[in-house]
């Protein structure tokens, strides 16, 4: 699958009627839908009009917990594989991540634990083996090429043996699996572990990616918070201007990478055209220094 294009942003419900002026503007290039949310028998009708009008819809999940102890969710991977059908999708994407503790209730909690957010999993050989075999299970149900995401990780397990983009690499190589690079996790993880955040997307499996991901968020005391609610951060949109420009470097063609900008909260249609127009000027800054080299 060729990677995707142009600049975007996540499909949500107090911005559809926007998307889709837009889309007939021709200022969308795609959007993404979180799977979670979407009956694949009853899409929403501004969604489903965006997607007769031309627009590529790439089904996102949250919940498979590929990087877990126990096999990806049955449900979860049906209802991606009905998304991806039912929008005709190119691509669907999940994240590098585990989301709860058990797939069956055990004596002492009674429950499944849900972690109710994207945690980092332990980057040992043997999680690697076992994200490697969930990945290769999901490959086999799914009807299109599966990308996964990096997620904004604030902590490191003791026993890890890879960094991340070591982990990631051994990944991509084995699985052949696409990556969703997420430019705003990616600064949010290394700031929080004192890494260099240029130096690892240096690192990162580059030749994999499928399009990126971009949010924004905001510094306090000392620290960034991976809000998703807030401006893009001029660091995560000259990282995205970097990594624009080596991208069009490697293309004979000089075509951009496809940048999709998610909001998940403080969704108006004022704020986050903002934010789209603050993208667009960090790509085209970004093209623009790969053409002058």
């Known amino acids: 699958m060729d990677e995707l294009s142009g600049t975007a942003i996540a499909w949500r419900p107090p911005i559809a009627r926007a998307l889709l002026g837009l889309r007939r503007a021709g200022s969308l290039?795609?959007?993404?839908v979180v799977a979670e949310n979407i009956d694949p028998r009853a899409i929403p009708a501004q969604l489903r009009a965006l997607r007769d009008a031309g627009t590529t819809v790439v089904p996102h999940g949250v919940?498979?917990?590929?990087?877990?102890?126990d096999a990806p969710r049955g449900e979860s991977l049906e209802r991606l594989a009905e998304l991806a059908v039912a929008f005709d999708a190119p691509i669907v994407s999940e994240h590098v991540a585990f989301v709860r503790a058990a797939s069956t209730a055990d004596p002492?909690?009674?429950d499944v634990l849900e972690a109710g957010h994207l945690m980092p999993p332990a980057r040992t050989r043997d999680g690697l083996d076992v994200l490697v075999?969930?990945?290769e299970a999901a490959q086999r149900v799914l009807p299109v090429p599966l990308a996964l995401e990096n997620i904004a990780a604030l902590l490191s397990w003791p026993e890890d043996e890879?960094?991340?983009p070591e982990f990631l690499t051994e990944l991509t190589d084995r699985t052949g699996v696409l990556l969703v690079l997420d430019i705003a996790n990616l600064y949010s993880s290394a700031i929080a572990q004192g890494r260099d955040p240029y130096a690892e997307l240096a690192r990162f499996p580059l030749d994999r990616?499928?399009?990126?991901h971009i949010a924004g968020g905001e510094h306090r005391d000392g620290l960034y918070l991976d809000a998703h609610a807030a401006a893009v951060v001029?660091?995560?949109?000259?990282m995205l201007s970097a990594f624009v420009a080596a991208?069009?470097?490697?293309?004979?063609?000089?075509r951009r990478p496809g940048v999709l900008l998610e909001r998940d909260s403080d969704i108006r249609t004022a704020a986050v055209l903002a934010d789209l127009e603050a993208i667009d000027r960090a790509v085209e800054d970004g093209a623009a220094r790969a053409l002058a080299r």
């Open 29 to 32: 290039a795609f959007t993404e």
């Open 63 to 69: 919940t498979l917990g590929l990087a877990g102890a």
């Open 108 to 110: 002492l909690h009674g």
């Open 133 to 135: 075999a969930n990945v």
């Open 162 to 164: 890879y960094d991340e």
């Open 209 to 212: 990616v499928a399009y990126v």
């Open 234 to 238: 001029p660091e995560v949109l000259d």
């Open 247 to 254: 991208a069009v470097r490697r293309r004979t063609d000089g």
